[in-house]
């Protein structure tokens, strides 16, 4: 069982992640904008954090770095949901700290295989 923390401010989405990663075993908590993962996957204390990079509040790379910045989540696998592929897009996601850099949609089958180093 691994926690996940699945931020991301379309709900369909969001709750179809968190069903798929539930019924593989998985502990997973959902949030709907940046400031409210930040604090879940604080709270949670968050192996991974599954993070969509355009957020009302605060967006993903900013997310990134608060994770980064905080030791209860410094070492979470921190992976970049976006709509936006490209060099460009990849470098702002690792330089922000995101471990992964992955286009939407996902592919449901594709989830467990971003849970692992």
Same mark, same amino acid.
């Given at each position: 069982?691994t926690? $996940?923390?699945?931020i *991301?401010?379309?709900?369909d989405?969001?709750? %179809? ?5 539930r019924?593989?075993?998985? *502990?997973?908590? $959902?949030a709907n904008t940046?400031?409210?993962g $930040?604090?879940?996957a604080?709270?949670?204390?968050? *192996?991974?954090?599954?993070c ?7 967006d993903?790379y900013?997310v990134?770095?608060?994770l980064?910045?905080?030791p209860?989540?410094?070492?979470a696998r921190?992976?970049? %949901?976006?709509?936006?592929?490209? *060099?460009?897009e990849?470098?702002?996601?690792r ?5 992964r850099h992955v $286009?939407?949609p996902i592919d449901p089958?594709?989830l467990?295989?971003? %849970?692992?180093?």
């Amino acid at each position: 069982m691994t926690r $996940v923390v699945v931020i *991301e401010d379309h709900t369909d989405t969001a709750d %179809l992640m968190q069903e798929i990663l539930r019924q593989s075993g998985h *502990e997973v908590v $959902v949030a709907n904008t940046g400031k409210d993962g $930040v604090d879940a996957a604080r709270r949670l204390v968050a *192996e991974v954090v599954l993070c969509d990079v355009g957020l009302p509040d605060m967006d993903g790379y900013e997310v990134a770095r608060a994770l980064r910045a905080d030791p209860a989540t410094a070492t979470a696998r921190l992976v970049a %949901l976006t709509g936006y592929d490209g *060099e460009d897009e990849q470098r702002k996601a690792r330089d922000a700290g995101f471990d992964r850099h992955v $286009v939407k949609p996902i592919d449901p089958f594709q989830l467990e295989s971003l %849970l692992k180093a």
